[in-house]
């Protein structure tokens, strides 16, 4: 028996409402113009108001890789991040800032069928999967230019989502002068591929991972606490989570869920714990009826501050390790070094 009610087949009912709610397995579509009367924004409004990105997130015992594309319509950015979860150290941090048009994408396909790209002088990164694929296809490929030093950053990679577990969906209103989020995360797929980062080559075969797609009107104020992890139980068992504080919370909702195996649990609202002035220090993370209790020891900070006066920007993520317990399904799982990432984002946009 499902834990959580089947993703609708659109964000909006026939009559433009919103289908606000959790869900298990994935939209086929972020139909956001479907919506209308009071959740309906003119073409111009849009332009300001809509958000759009795709996060990805691979790691093995010995590295942590991740990027992200950023489209907010009026402006797009990007960004590519590897830490060497042995030796304790990043390799590679790149950020890319750019202009709205064809040169970044994120579509309104969050599984089967997207397209997510952002390609710059030196710089290209992508993550797609055909109508009928059950994976996901990653590219990372940053010129020696881009990362300042003398090695490039090559990502050619693959997510599994088939045998995998099913897909965290919630379709959500929005605090302040927003009004509709959605948001797809993935977790415990497994991964494939190679990475050349730092001088160094790696495999991902084996290892774990997970996604962030998220579109919707958003306030123009946004901050958040969030928390993201795919690694391996002591038995082998793939795994991750996904936890979110401040975003996503209006009128009861929240995003929090635990993938183990096949099995999606959806769980309770998280709270963080941690010094926002030493972000390196250890976090905690854990759900007001106490199902969950994590530690975070970060590693690396991947940072972005931005005034352009229009926009300014606050994102900070550190890159680390979760160890702790989350009680799901009737059991406790117990957590020990699993690769994840946190993150404290405030946003004028």
């Not at 964000?11 to 939209?27: I, N, R, S």
């Not at 965290?168 to 991964?191: F, S, W, Y």
């Not at 946004?222 to 690694?231: L, Q």
């Not at 020990?336 to 946190?342: E, H, L």
């Amino acid at each position: 028996m499902s834990l959580l009610p089947p993703v609708p087949q659109s964000v909006a009912t026939t009559q433009g409402e919103p289908c606000f709610g959790k869900y298990q397995g994935e939209l086929p579509e972020v139909d956001l113009g479907r919506l209308r009367g009071r959740w309906a924004l003119a073409v111009a409004a849009r332009l300001l108001k809509r958000k759009r990105w795709l996060y990805t997130f691979a790691a093995t015992p010995e590295v942590a890789a991740l990027f992200a594309v950023v489209d907010l319509g009026y402006t797009s950015s990007a960004f590519a991040v590897a830490v060497d979860l042995q030796e304790r150290r990043p390799l590679c941090d790149v950020s890319f800032l750019g202009a709205p048009g064809p040169w970044v994408e994120v579509s309104d396909r969050p599984g089967a069928g997207l397209t997510a790209s952002f390609r710059t002088l030196g710089g290209r990164l992508s993550a797609r999967r055909g109508e009928d694929d059950e994976r996901y296809q990653l590219e990372v490929d940053v010129s020696r230019v881009r990362t300042g030093s003398l090695q490039t950053f090559q990502w050619r990679g693959e997510l599994l989502v088939a045998g995998g577990p099913p897909a965290l969906t919630l379709i959500a209103p929005v605090e302040g002068d927003g009004l509709v989020n959605v948001t797809q995360k993935r977790g415990g797929l497994l991964a494939l591929g190679s990475l050349e980062v730092g001088g160094k080559h790696f495999r991902l075969d084996g290892g774990v991972g997970g996604l962030d797609y998220t579109q919707g009107y958003l306030a123009r104020h946004t901050a958040w606490r969030w928390a993201f992890a795919a690694g391996r139980l002591a038995d082998g068992t793939p795994t991750g989570f996904n936890f979110a504080e401040g975003f996503n919370e209006k009128d009861g909702h929240n995003e929090s869920g635990f993938w183990v195996g096949d099995r999606l649990y959806p769980l309770a609202p998280a709270r963080f714990e941690y010094d926002p002035k030493e972000l390196l220090d250890p976090w905690r993370v854990t759900t007001v009826d106490g199902a969950v209790d994590l530690r975070f020891k970060p590693i690396y900070v991947h940072r972005d501050e931005k005034d352009l006066r229009l926009v300014v920007s606050h994102f900070a993520q550190p890159v680390g390790l979760f160890e702790g317990t989350v009680k799901a399904g009737g059991r406790t799982y117990t957590l020990s070094n699993v690769p994840g990432v946190t993150e404290e984002q405030d946003m004028i946009w």
